[in-house]
């Protein structure tokens, strides 16, 4: 799995269990669906990062075993936009509402769109009152210092162009150019052009589909797993200055550019 060839490199590796979806506590099933996919789950990111912590204070389990000063944060398709939000992004949902009815006919914008309609309920569980009169406060720990987004879900057009801005992190975002289960026009693509990083870099595998980075049979997974391990490397234990070369080397392959 990805998470075993991360540890294999001296990282501790800590998985959300974002359970199988909302809790029933009250109002619609959509309304908690769609908490559950914008405030739940990155709320859950945060807390694992603050279990860590715990581990690893004084008198903990794993006393000063668990680094936490700098922390990478890998996410796959919907777990990719999750891994923006604990990367600083904002959910706009007066841009969300403009972008959906600009591209209503589009069956690729559905994955955003589902939250059209359930805005209340999303502010609510943010602390917001009007859930249009500005986007949604961040839920992330600022010592996350690297991101990696595997074929990021059809969900990101939430944030909209200033809530993605607010990622400024160095960030890599890999998809597979045959992926027909999100559009990377509307996500990958978008993600890499809309993020305020300085650092950043875009992965585009020739084959693989969606599946690519979870299914270690599927062409060039390997690859990817490696790639994303090369980063989180050169960002969390690496010198900078031995950034360039040590992506290059990562990225030297067929299938990929």
């Excluded at 603050?50 to 890998?74: C, E, F, N, P």
């Excluded at 939430?158 to 992926?179: E, H, N, R, W, Y």
């Excluded at 950043?200 to 980075?213: E, N, P």
């Amino acid at each position: 799995s990805v998470g075993r060839h991360f540890a294999s490199h001296g990282f501790v590796v800590a998985a959300a269990d974002y359970d199988t979806g909302p809790l029933d506590d009250g109002g619609s099933w959509e309304d908690r669906h769609a908490v559950w996919l914008l405030y739940n789950r990155p709320a859950n990111v945060v807390r694992v990062i603050g279990y860590a912590d715990m581990l690893s204070a004084q008198g903990g389990k794993l006393t000063g075993a668990i680094d936490t000063s700098r922390i990478g944060v890998w996410g796959l398709s919907t777990g990719g936009t999750t891994a923006f939000q604990a990367a600083g992004a904002q959910v706009d949902l007066k841009a969300l509402d403009a972008w959906c009815a600009a591209n209503k006919e589009d069956s690729k914008a559905d994955e955003t769109c589902q939250f059209v309609g359930h805005e209340q309920a999303i502010a609510t569980h943010y602390g917001v009152s009007d859930p249009f009169a500005a986007p949604m406060p961040p839920i992330w720990d600022t010592r996350v210092a690297a991101l990696v987004a595997a074929a990021p879900g059809g969900e990101l057009h939430a944030f909209g162009d200033k809530g993605i801005a607010a990622v400024k992190l160095p960030t890599l975002i890999m998809f597979a150019s045959d992926d027909t289960v999100v559009s990377p026009k509307f996500n990958a693509l978008w993600a890499y052009d809309g993020i305020g990083s300085q650092d950043k870099a875009l992965a585009t595998f020739d084959h693989g589909g969606h599946t690519l980075f979870m299914n270690s049979s599927t062409p060039n997974s390997r690859e990817a797993t490696a790639l994303a391990t090369a980063f989180f490397l050169a960002i969390l234990k690496g010198n900078p200055a031995d950034r360039a070369a040590s992506m290059r080397d990562a990225a030297s392959f067929p299938g990929l550019s």
